[in-house]
Every structure is written in C-alpha cells, then in structure tokens.
C-alpha cells in the first residue's frame, strides 16, 4: 500500500450548458484522516467525485491525488479504492464480479476472498447479487475499493441501506482505514451519519464551498450564535464588521459570533441597514450544519419560511445544483464486463 496521498480540489468549476454544478471549489484531504465531504442532495457532491475520478471533465480548475489526475496515475486501482454505486449485474456472483477485476488489474485472485472476508460476505461470495440486500451491495462496493489495497478510499454515501449493525461496522472500517494512514473521503447528505467517524468535514451547498475544517470546528461553531439577512447584504456586511461582530455567510443570511439577536439588530438599525430575518440560531451541531447549507433556520423550519423582518426579497443565491445521476461506467482499469460493476 502506499502512503500519503493527499486529495486536492482547486478552483473546480463544472458546467453542463447554462448550469454551473460546482463553482470555483477548493480543498485538500489529508492522509490519515476521514473527511465528511457534505452537503444536502443535490450539493454537487456527486458531480466533484466524478470529476475527481476522471468520469466527468472539468470546465476549469483541477481534481488530483497527489499532483496527479485520476486519468493519468499508472496503477488506478492499486492507488484509489473508489465506490459511487452500488450497482452490480444481478446475474453474476460477488465472488466473479471481483475476480473480474482483480485479473484485469493484476490483482493476485486469493485477494478477492480476502476482501469478501473483511467486508462480512465471506459465506456470500458464491451467490448472485441480484438476490443481495442494499446494505449487502454496499459492503460489496467497499470489498471492491479493497482489491488493490489503495492509499485512498473515495466513497458515495456508503452508510446508505445498513441497518444499525452495518452503520457500526462502517464506522470501525473507516476508522481502521484511516488509523493505516490511508486518505479517506467519504461523502453524506447527512451530518449525523458521519459525525463520529469524521475528523475533517468539506461542505458545500449549491456547488460552492461553504465551509471546511476539522469536526470539532464545527462543535464550536455549534455555540449559540444569531443568523440575520438583508436584502442589501453588501450593506449588511460592513456595518456587523463595524461593530466588531465576527461572522460567516450561509445561503441564508450572515451567521454571527453573537447570541444576542438585539445587539445584531441594533448594529443593524444604527447603519439604516433593512433587515428581512433576524433570529438567534440554536446550539447544536446538527443544526449548525444545517444552517450552513441552507436546510433549516434556528426554528428547525425550511429556509426562507420564517416571516420577515421588513420586507423579504430573493436572496441572490446562485441557481440551484442540478448534478445528473451516477450513470457513469466502474472507477478504476477495468474492463468492460457487460453491466459488471
């Protein structure tokens, strides 16, 4: 296996026609660490790992490993253990669609038993995936990313169809990977299916970086705090930095370093600076998240639903994400096998 491997996204934009998917995205991922890549459906998440993996090109900016496009490293399944689906061919058995891939990657075949043991599905090898359960075609997508024994493990919502063992188990796999000093990225929709196997989290809302650092970053980020928009935000923006106030802006408005919503609105009201929302935002590291990624106000509500504080107006957002669905072939140098993963 080789070693620290760092993965590194700069100024990444991705448009398909007049839709811009992920714009100017930036951030690196560090080996011997699992990092959240997250962010509500349809984030862009999806369209950065293809273009990652070599399976979308990218309109600007660069996706590598180490300085290297996925397209150009010399042995691409020995170096990224990658699993965007898990779609296998019903008519083939887990054991042959891995020993497909190992023989087109030099793989020594006792490497395809050795991985269906790690993930769980050693007594399963022999039968077809058509009769599989999601979380047993999960397992089997992470026995895939296992067969070159890779520095870097990029994974699509693998959580997604465990029950409450298979989340367990997941957890300690990541964390077993990471502790090897391999590059784990791991993406979610959801924060609370990550939040105790992560260290690092990259998220993003409507294809542009919204925030990135360590898990605990966030915790603190997670202390009470005031959330407050305008529809001038230019204006906004000068007078809380006025006042001294630190903050950051979500798709929702500014989020200040303030648990007082009156000292907010009072620097407000001192520049004549209109407001449309003003609230106190609650602790806790869900709805952090969820405020930073635009999925919720301090009241657990949609965004955009609470009533104004003058007059509401459009926040001047970017266009919604529209990232196509994962259609595209297997990662890796494999060959084509008729629908095999």
Same mark, same amino acid.
């Given at each position: 296996m080789a070693s620290g491997i760092p993965i590194e996204v700069s100024g990444l934009t991705k448009r398909?026609?007049?839709?811009?998917a992920v714009e100017q995205l930036s951030f690196a991922v560090q080996p011997g660490r699992v990092t959240g890549f997250l962010g509500p459906n349809?984030?862009?998440?999806?369209?950065?790992?293809?273009?990652?993996?070599?399976?979308?090109?990218?309109?600007?900016?660069?996706?590598?490993?180490?300085?290297?496009?996925?397209?150009a490293l010399e042995h691409p399944l020995q170096t990224v253990g990658a699993a965007l689906e898990a779609d296998f061919?019903?008519?083939?058995? *887990?054991?042959?669609?891995? +020993?497909?891939?190992?023989?087109?990657? #030099?793989?020594?075949?006792?490497? %395809? &038993?050795?991985?269906?043991?790690?993930?769980?599905?050693?007594?399963?090898?022999?039968?077809?995936?058509?009769?599989?359960?999601?979380?047993?075609?999960?397992?089997?997508?992470?026995?895939?990313?296992?067969l070159g024994d890779p520095a870097v493990f990029v994974l699509d919502e693998p959580i997604n169809g465990l029950d409450p063992e298979g989340i367990k188990w997941i957890?300690?796999?990541?964390?077993?990977?990471?502790a090897e000093g391999r590059t784990v990225l791991v993406s979610s929709h959801l924060l609370s299916e990550v939040q105790q196997s992560v260290d690092d989290v990259v998220i993003i809302a409507k294809g542009r970086l919204v925030k990135t650092g360590t898990l605990s970053s966030l915790e603190l980020d997670a202390a009470p705090r005031t959330i407050?928009?305008?529809?001038?935000?230019?204006?906004?923006? *000068?007078?809380?930095?006025? +006042?001294?106030?630190?903050?950051?802006? #979500?798709?929702?408005?500014?989020? %200040? &370093?303030?648990?007082?919503p009156g000292r907010v609105g009072h620097a407000a009201f001192s520049g004549n600076v209109e407001l449309s929302s003003l609230h106190r935002l609650k602790s806790g590291l869900e709805e952090s998240?969820?405020?930073?990624?635009?999925?919720?106000?301090?009241?657990?509500?949609?965004?955009?639903?609470?009533?104004?504080?003058?007059?509401?107006?459009?926040?001047?957002a970017p266009p919604p994400d529209s990232t196509p669905p994962d259609s595209a072939p297997p990662v890796g140098n494999t060959p084509d096998e008729g629908g095999a993963r």
């Open positions: 398909f026609g007049p839709v811009t349809g984030a862009g998440k999806t369209t950065t790992l293809r273009v990652l993996l070599g399976l979308e090109r990218p309109t600007e900016g660069t996706a590598t490993f180490g300085g290297t496009r996925y397209g061919h019903p008519g083939r058995t *887990a054991r042959n669609h891995l +020993a497909v891939y190992a023989t087109a990657s #030099g793989i020594p075949k006792p490497r %395809v &038993d050795a991985v269906l043991e790690q993930v769980g599905l050693a007594e399963f090898g022999g039968r077809r995936v058509g009769g599989f359960s999601l979380g047993m075609r999960q397992r089997l997508a992470l026995a895939y990313t296992l957890r300690v796999f990541l964390r077993n990977l990471a407050v928009d305008s529809p001038d935000r230019e204006a906004l923006r *000068a007078v809380l930095a006025t +006042a001294g106030l630190d903050f950051t802006e #979500g798709r929702n408005g500014f989020i %200040v &370093d303030e648990p007082d998240f969820l405020t930073l990624v635009g999925e919720q106000d301090d009241a657990g509500t949609p965004p955009d639903s609470a009533p104004p504080v003058h007059s509401a107006t459009p926040e001047g």
